[in-house]
């Protein structure tokens, strides 16, 4: 029988089929932080049970660590006791833990595969929605809840109902300016918040595979954005080049053998597919976000939509979400004032990230009245930054680096965007209140974020 290349990893990690009920899937990798592991720790422990595979397990202190002066304890209580008790309890269980101080410490999902520790046909989950990241590298990746993290420490498995499969192909070539964080904007808004709920996505096409690994992670990101259980990529040559050398990754023998059953990770001709969504790349403009979830984006040359022929629930939500914004039906963004920035987390926290910003900001200088936060995804990402001199860069356009974690993606930290004051932001969300109480966030690529820092105000980023 022909095979989606997600039928091919998911099939081979079954351990059991409950009939009429989910599979009992085999886990290859479990990435933990700080924030939904205690519970699950203290389960296993309050049972009187060991890690079934520890080794198995990696550790990651990443949304609550400050991105300044990491080298001092952590100020705000709550924030410190979780990064404290993940230490404390990765070290019992013989978990290997990146955290604070430790030169590998990061976002746990820039963290994974740039170790080497994410591969191709692996299945990876951890407490996190935004686990869909681990897909760019051909592996059936998501996130689960603290319940379930608890059954994966305890058994290396989890009980979960295969999903429906989606293709999504988008071929041709993309225009100026327009990168992977507008593609998946530019899809969010086409098929809505909820367009792909009980499914998971696979993409595909020309301009899917013209992306580098870093483009590629962006887009299945955000895959849980429109309600997917997770999205992938078909590994390639791409693939393979970047893995090869990491830390984690097979070395010698063991590497070639593994190309060799990496290579087959594709879809069969003629595979099916319960869903499939074919887009033109030349549709694709730079994006903005206007409301408060990620599906409500629009050209960022286009006017926000006036709502008409909307009734009942999404009338109601999309004039809450203007009147939170403080936003117009009809009303232009572009001019519009902004007073923060947020280039970082694990959508657009990685090194080809900051060699877009920088290259846009080059010889430029910041806008005095917008305060900017350049936030690496790993301090491997830190340090590559440093040895192609784009700290030195970005410091003569007035920018300041800082230090790797989560940041203003979610608030769980020091770095909070006050109440009213607007942010574009390259993370995923844009919830009421995600990036701190009464925060305004537009999301957008790392172009548009780069304009926006230097004009103070929401720019297209082809007119620079």
Same mark, same amino acid.
């Given at each position: ?19 009429g ?23 296993i ?9 520890p ?6 202190c ?17 924030s ?16 290997t ?54 059954m ?43 367009g ?11 301009a ?141 926290g990685?090194i ?11 010889g ?22 440093? %040895? ?8 003569a356009?007035g *920018? #300041?680096? /800082? $230090?790797?974690?989560? !940041?203003?993606? &979610? ?7 006050? %109440? ?10 844009? *919830? #009421?209140? /995600? $990036?701190g109480?009464? !925060?305004?966030? &537009?999301?957008a ?5 780069? %304009? ?13």
């Amino acid at each position: 029988m022909k095979q989606t290349v997600f039928d091919k990893i998911w099939d081979s990690h079954v351990v059991k089929r409950i009939e009429g009920g989910p599979d009992v899937l085999y886990i290859d990798r479990h990435l933990v932080h700080e924030v939904t592991s205690p519970q699950a720790f203290a389960g296993i422990e309050r049972r009187g049970i060991k890690l079934s595979r520890p080794r198995q397990t990696f550790a990651v202190c990443d949304h609550n660590v400050p991105t300044l002066n990491q080298h001092l304890p952590i100020k705000e209580e709550q924030s410190r006791v979780q990064v404290d008790t993940l230490m404390r309890n990765a070290a019992r269980h013989g978990v290997t833990c990146f955290g604070l101080g430790n030169p590998k410490q990061g976002v746990v999902h820039v963290v994974g595969p740039e170790l080497g520790i994410t591969l191709p046909g692996m299945t990876v989950v951890c407490g996190d929605s935004h686990t869909s990241t681990h897909g760019a590298y051909g592996s059936i990746a998501f996130g689960i809840g603290t319940s379930e993290v608890e059954m994966t420490l305890a058994s290396q498995c989890i009980m979960q109902p295969k999903p429906q499969k989606m293709l999504i192909e988008i071929n041709g070539q993309l225009g100026k300016c327009v990168t992977a964080k507008d593609v998946v904007l530019y899809l969010v808004a086409q098929l809505t918040a909820g367009g792909c709920t009980g499914y998971f996505i696979e993409y595909a096409g020309s301009a899917i595979r013209s992306f580098d690994m870093e483009g590629r992670m962006t887009v299945c990101n955000m895959s849980i954005e429109m309600g997917a259980r997770g999205g992938l990529i078909a590994p390639d040559e791409k693939t393979f080049a970047y893995f090869k050398g990491r830390e984690y990754a097979p070395k010698g023998t063991e590497w070639d053998n593994a190309v060799a059953r990496w290579t087959m990770l594709k879809s069969d001709e003629g595979a099916t597919f319960d869903k499939t969504c074919v887009f033109n790349a030349a549709d694709i403009e730079p994006m903005i976000t206007y409301g408060t979830n990620p599906g409500m984006g629009m050209k960022i040359t286009d006017n926000i939509p006036t709502g008409e022929g909307l009734s009942g629930t999404d009338k109601i939500t999309f004039d809450k979400a203007l009147r939170y914004m403080g936003f117009q039906p009809g009303q232009p963004l572009v001019g519009h004032p902004v007073q923060y920035v947020f280039l970082g987390s694990c959508t657009n926290g990685r090194i080809e990230d900051f060699r877009a910003f920088t290259g846009f900001v080059k010889g430029r200088k910041k806008h005095p009245d917008v305060v900017a936060w350049l936030v690496p995804g790993s301090g491997s990402v830190e340090r590559q930054i440093r %040895a192609e001199g784009l700290d030195k860069t970005l410091e003569a356009a007035g *920018f #300041e680096l /800082r $230090q790797p974690g989560c !940041s203003a993606c &979610l608030a769980m930290n020091d770095d909070k965007v006050p %109440a009213g004051k607007y942010a574009v932001s390259t993370s995923n969300r844009n *919830f #009421e209140g /995600r $990036q701190g109480p009464g !925060s305004r966030t &537009l999301l957008a690529g790392t172009l548009v974020a780069a %304009a926006a820092a230097i004009t103070g105000k929401v720019t297209d980023p082809r007119t620079l």
